[in-house]
């Protein structure tokens, strides 16, 4: 037998292991990534398995393969209405909160230890930031669901913090070994990183998505594996110019999964199977790396370290880094609760043991098992806690019901239309509504009704329900128009100031409307009072919600037929003195 | 723009018997004839032409309430009447309401600033409840002038 004989037989079982573990997780309330981290010491030379396993240097680079992996993944689920949203408090949490949490802890550690200051804000260093690979575990699992925003700040912030922990874990080394000097130098390492890792993020996002949609392969199995060349390219190549890689595979992920892609749902399938694939090698890897022995060691002390990270440091850092913008203490609260560790300090902590040299051993073997030690921590009272916190702190919110099924359709070549999945709320304007009721616009169809664990195929005396999925196949552009049949019915159009509106066929012409009024209008004379104001609609907005002015005259739809066409038109006149009476309102 | 300055105060009707809605058009247009606005020999092609505007859509607005109206080359300057029907009109508003108030325009070709004006003016004040409740309550001509002259003075609530 080759020794790649046994390491496969290993690998397959502890692959195995891993996955059955992950069953066992939802019914014990432990984090997955904890199982995996202590599948990885069972195995380990200290457990049953006894493998021996010492190698720093191969569990640093799979660490940070795996990482880029699950942070590529990560940026390809995060949609970029939500960064556009968050982007601020976790861009300041991502960095400035990264800094204190690393000073405060380091601080604390030096003393607790007993070791220089600057191999104390080390460790804090390495401890620093929020795991994403753990976070979007914990956040986007069943047990756990929150306000979109709050999700959202934390999954952007642990994405986007690596790059601050690696620098200044990178930056204390180098000061400790004396090669750099505290100064200058040490914050231009620090702004190559974040702006070269984010520059090289959005353009090989960019050249990923235009190639993707036009290279037109044959095998349609090679569309995502050419997407994870453009992620591992995109994060060398950060590297190579001294930018933060993980950072630039964020980012990419963000732009690519932000775009239409030409088999989209394979695409997300496999990176989503290759970031599973990651978490279990990493942490198994990790924990292999483990003695529990020595953790035993330095148990007391990490503990009272991690006390204070949890209780101090990370409160602070996200007091200090949020207080610009308006969060509740609750919401605050559990943001704190959340400084989920998890791989990336302990890939960080194998940096020192590199990195040591006989003139500065850094106390790098006994730093590596305090992290080690905090992040079990971490993990295990956090990571196991989150749940039970978000409700005991009223954060909770109920899950939109799942679907029983999913449609997907992978188009190989770019085409026009889209297949939508509505889930059908109790005050969504369909519900309770027949199917041939629901006046759906051309261009679009129910292909399914999915309730409970039925599959219901549509018919114009289906009634839908509210809980039900509706999947609707769509042409192009046919969506704000749908939205507004799924809507709610809350958001009608109730804040348009009563007017009296004279009513117009929507065939009526501008020609026709120039005959009577007079009115000076740059539209052709020859289009349709329907096709001017379609012409306004902007992309979000329904064309309900759309008025034109036409002179002093103001246009808008006032009914819309059973194909979702505008059927007539309102007219109101305004003067001008009215319209200024009426700004502030 | 005031209701003084268009509304024909001879041609107001307020004993409408028309039940549709080129009868009504018909009767109104008739009144500004007898108060010798309108000349006899233009009657019929001012209740064309406003059968015309209607095709684009009806202009009962709603709430019992319906501005006909239209441009003419026969009248010099923007003229106006109000009806007032007991029993209501059907003229196929969009609400589906008959129509008991009329406010019936007619304005020169050239004029088209004014024409706007007066239509704006009109649906301004129609916006106010009461001020549509009492007209349509109106019994004598004698008491739809006050109305418009209390509206004329920003005696209504807008």
Redesign the interface.
């Known amino acids: 037998m080759f020794l790649i004989d046994s390491i496969i037989l290993i690998i397959g079982i502890l692959l195995l292991v891993g996955i059955a573990s992950s069953k066992l997780s939802a019914r014990l309330g432990i984090p997955v990534l904890v199982l995996f981290l202590m599948l990885g010491m069972a195995a380990g030379s200290e457990g049953v398995g006894g493998i021996e396993f010492e190698d720093y240097r191969l569990a640093h680079g799979i660490g940070t393969l795996a990482l880029a992996m699950i942070l590529f993944d990560g940026g390809l689920s995060t949609s970029l209405t939500a960064i556009r949203a968050v982007w601020k408090p976790a861009l300041l949490l991502a960095t400035w909160g990264v800094l204190v949490t690393a000073v405060i802890t380091g601080v604390a550690a030096a003393w607790i230890l007993g070791i220089p200051l600057l191999e104390g804000l080390l460790l804090g260093s390495i401890v620093g930031s929020t795991d994403a690979a753990a976070v979007f575990a914990v956040l986007r699992s069943r047990g756990v669901s929150l306000p979109r925003r709050i999700a959202d700040v934390l999954e952007v912030e642990s994405a986007s913090n690596d790059p601050m922990a690696i620098f200044l874990t990178v930056g204390c080394i180098e000061v400790a070994l004396g090669n750099v000097e505290i100064g200058l130098g040490f914050v231009g390492l620090f702004v190559s990183q974040m702006l070269i890792g984010a520059v090289c993020g959005i353009l090989g996002g960019l050249a990923a998505g235009w190639v993707v949609n036009r290279i037109e392969l044959d095998a349609s199995g090679m569309y995502p594996v050419l997407i994870s060349a453009f992620c591992l390219l995109t994060f060398g190549l950060a590297a190579k110019f001294g930018g933060s890689g993980f950072l630039a595979v964020y980012l990419a992920g963000v732009v690519i999964g932000n775009r239409p892609l030409v088999f989209r749902h394979g695409i997300r399938r496999f990176h989503d199977a290759i970031a599973w694939l990651s978490q279990i090698v990493m942490f198994v890897v990790l924990g292999l790396l483990c003695f529990p022995s020595r953790l035993a060691d330095v148990g007391v002390r990490a503990l009272l370290i991690s006390t204070v990270l949890v209780l101090v440091a990370r409160p602070l850092a996200v007091l200090l880094s949020t207080f610009p913008f308006r969060f509740t203490g609750r919401e605050l609260a559990f943001m704190s609760w959340v400084g989920l560790k998890g791989a990336v300090p302990i890939t960080l902590a194998t940096f020192p043991l590199m990195l040591a040299t006989p003139e500065h051993p850094l106390h790098a073997p006994l730093l590596f098992d305090v992290v080690f030690f905090i992040v079990v921590v971490s993990l295990a009272v956090e990571g196991t806690s989150l749940a039970a916190v978000s409700r005991w702190l009223g954060l909770e919110r109920p899950r939109d019901p799942e679907p029983p099924v999913k449609l997907e359709i992978n188009s190989l070549r770019h085409v026009n239309g889209e297949v939508v999945d509505y889930a059908v709320g109790k005050d969504s304007r369909a519900a309770g509504r027949l199917v041939k009721d629901l006046a759906l616009p051309e261009g679009a169809v129910i292909a399914l009704v999915a309730r409970g664990d039925q599959i219901i195929p549509p018919q114009g005396n289906t009634r839908i329900h509210a809980g039900d999925h509706v999947i609707l196949v769509l042409r192009l552009g046919m969506q704000p128009l749908v939205n507004q049949v799924f809507g709610s019915e809350s958001k009608t159009r109730g804040s348009i100031p009563?007017?009296?509106?004279?009513?117009?066929?929507a065939s009526?012409t501008i020609a026709?409307?120039q005959e009577?009024?007079?009115?000076q209008v740059t539209a052709p004379p020859e289009s349709t009072l329907a096709e001017v104001i379609s012409r306004e609609v902007d992309g979000g907005m329904s064309v309900l919600e759309t008025s034109v002015r036409v002179g002093?005259?103001v246009l808008r739809a006032?009914?819309l037929d059973s194909d979702g066409h505008i059927d007539?038109?309102g007219m109101?006149?305004?003067?001008e003195n009215?319209e200024v009476a009426q700004a502030p309102v | 723009m005031k209701f003084a300055d268009f509304i024909r105060l001879q041609a107001i009707k307020v004993d409408l018997v028309a039940e549709d809605k080129d009868s009504a058009i018909r009767e109104l247009v008739a009144g500004l004839v007898e108060s010798g606005d309108v000349a006899e020999g233009e009657q019929e092609g001012i209740i064309k032409a406003i059968m015309k505007r209607e095709e684009l859509g009806s202009t009962g607005i709603g709430r019992g309430v319906a501005v006909p109206h239209t441009k003419h080359p026969s009248v010099s300057q923007l003229i106006g009447t109000v009806g007032v029907s007991a029993e209501g009109v059907d003229f196929n508003s969009l609400d589906g309401e008959k129509v008991q108030l009329f406010f019936l325009l007619v304005s020169p070709p050239d004029r088209p600033g004014d024409h706007l004006r007066a239509l704006e003016n009109i649906s301004r004040r129609l916006r106010d409840d009461t001020f549509c409740r009492f007209l349509k309550q109106a019994k004598t001509a004698e008491d739809v002038r006050q109305l418009l002259e209390e509206a004329d003075n920003n005696q209504f609530g807008t």
């Open positions: 009563e007017m009296l509106e004279f009513p117009l066929r009526t026709e409307l009577f009024y007079e009115i002093p005259l006032l009914r007539m038109v109101s006149i305004r003067s009215e």
